[in-house]
T-cell receptor, first 115, second 112 residues
Framework: ETGVTQTPRHLVMGMTNKKSLKCEQH?????MYWYKQSAKKPLELMFVYNFKEQTENNSVPSRFSPECPNSSHLFLHLHTLQPEDSALYLC??????????????FGNGTRLTVT | QKEVEQDPGPLSVPEGAIVSLNCTYSNSAFQYFMWYRQYSRKGPELLMY????GNKEDGRFTAQVDKSSKYISLFIRDSQPSDSATYLCAMRPIQGAQKLVFGQGTRLTINP
């Protein structure tokens, strides 16, 4: 496989459930990101990992818990979510800071619905 | 005030038309300006980028940056149905940023 792969593609969960989103990148990049994309709102950066170390937490509620066991894998653990957390969750990777010479490569996202 | 403003559309034009997509921004520290394209049920992909002011052309696509007006544009010439997608502007300062700031995205449909 190439690029950035996210699983599952779709997820429906109740407010009391615990689930995890998975992301894997096959590009040899050293940075990985979680973004939230809601309808009619800009992409919101949630977390950034560089060389497995978390370097950015953009004031994300604790019901979202990221995990980066190595530079190729990123997880987002979900628990006691709210309906307003329903959105498309995008994983991305980059070599370096994600600027023009090292752009973000996105996965196709997990469409999350919280009931 | 949002750091980046982008009209979400939707925008619908006939095939062959020239399309103009725009973003305004408020942070004068932004130096890198990018356009991402997102097809339905896909993640965004980088389409073009420019550094500071000026124009950049790539085939049917032209990106323009006017820093004095804090205004960026993406022009699509001879638009094709395959250009139908959501276009997101994104920008960041030179230093310290793995924090691209995105616009809302403009949903574009090219009608055959």
């Amino acid at each position: 496989e190439t690029g950035v792969t996210q699983t599952p593609r779709h997820l429906v969960m109740g407010m009391t459930n615990k689930k995890s989103l998975k992301c894997e990148q096959h590009l040899g990049h050293n940075a990985m990101y979680w973004y939230k994309q809601s309808a009619k709102k800009p992409l919101e950066l949630m977390f950034v990992y560089n060389f497995k170390e978390q370097t950015e937490n953009n004031s994300v509620p604790s019901r979202f818990s990221p995990e980066c066991p190595n530079s190729s894998h990123l997880f987002l653990h979900l628990h006691t979510l709210q309906p307003e957390d329903s959105a498309l969750y995008l994983c991305a990777s980059s070599q370096g800071q994600g600027g023009p010479n090292s752009p973000l490569h996105f996965g196709n996202g997990t469409r999350l619905t919280v009931t | 005030q949002k750091e980046v403003e982008q009209d979400p559309g939707p925008l619908s034009v006939p095939e062959g038309a020239i399309v103009s997509l725009n973003c305004t921004y408020s942070n004068s520290a932004f130096q890198y300006f990018m356009w991402y394209r997102q097809y339905s049920r896909k993640g965004p992909e980088l389409l073009m980028y420019t550094y500071s002011s000026g124009n950049k052309e790539d085939g049917r696509f032209t990106a323009q940056v006017d820093k004095s007006s804090k205004y960026i544009s993406l022009f699509i010439r001879d638009s094709q149905p395959s250009d139908s997608a959501t276009y997101l502007c994104a920008m960041r300062p030179i230093q310290g940023a793995q924090k691209l700031v995105f616009g809302q995205g403009t949903r574009l449909t090219i009608n055959p």
